[in-house]
């Protein structure tokens, strides 16, 4: 007999990669953000997110590209790559929310949950376990909740006002969206044709009370490659990893 859990779990994805990157230049200047590559691998952002949903499970992807499209999919189309790979290309901007709804309208089985990415975050943890996370609270959507650290020394005081302690770059008191998301198979209906859901579909899905929040596991490595120094501190975390 089939555990339900497990057949709830998703075996398809989004990876919405058509972003420009401004802030990564001059390494984007001649490639999109997802095709950036993490010193010391020789993989792309994107290969390395293709090889973690298929040790999820996954079996088909639907890139969304933009900017420099065609570099991306040149790269999709020769790489030995884990998953089938769709790509699709918005002929006119749609925004986050009506990007990825046209994304999810080309998703093998619209009638079976998903999971989704932001095409610029690198990150390891058991996407398996957000899954059933999902399925435990029959939330319309699931977002991951990270504790970044904030990029400055803190100080710590006590009651009158002494500083007790100096605290080097502490995880933030906060968790933010991690761009990495479980879906049901009704979500991409709530999705604006144009704009951003996080400003629309995600609030009234917070105020319904069907959005859940899964807090990446203690330990767990996520980091959002936004700027140069993201990728250098990303070369060097992972070279701590290894040793």
């Known amino acids: 007999m089939t555990d339900p859990t497990t057949a709830s779990r998703p075996r398809q994805a989004v990876i919405l990669a058509g972003g420009q990157g401004s802030r990564l230049r001059p390494y984007t200047d001649d490639r999109p953000k997802p095709m950036v590559e993490i010193p010391g691998t020789g993989t792309p952002i994107i290969g390395h997110q293709l090889t973690w949903l298929a040790e999820a499970g996954v079996s088909d992807v639907v890139v969304s590209c933009g900017h420099l499209a065609e570099v991306l999919q040149e790269w999709l189309d020769s790489a030995d790559l884990p998953v089938a790979v769709t790509t699709v290309v918005e002929t006119e901007p749609l925004g986050r929310g009506g990007g990825l709804k046209y994304a999810a309208a080309h998703l093998p089985r619209p009638d079976r949950p998903w999971y989704a990415t932001n095409g610029d975050i690198w990150t390891r943890f058991p996407l398996r376990d957000m899954a059933d996370f999902h399925t435990e609270r029959d939330a319309a959507a699931t977002l991951a909740l990270a504790r970044p650290r904030i990029p400055w020394g803190a100080v710590q005081t006590d ?16 968790e933010v969206n991690a761009g990495v998301y479980v879906f049901s198979p009704g979500f991409a209906d709530l999705l604006p ?8 579909t995600f609030p009234r899905l917070a105020r319904e009370r069907r959005l859940a929040g899964f807090p990446l596991p203690q330990g767990a490595y996520w980091r959002a490659i936004d700027t140069a120094k993201d990728l250098r501190e990303a070369a060097k975390e992972l070279a701590g990893l290894a040793r």
Not at 159 to 174: C, K, L, V, Y
């Open 159 to 174: 009651g009158f006002g002494h500083i007790t302690d100096f605290i080097e770059a502490p995880p933030s008191p906060f």
């Open 193 to 200: 044709e144009r704009g951003d859901h996080e400003r629309t």
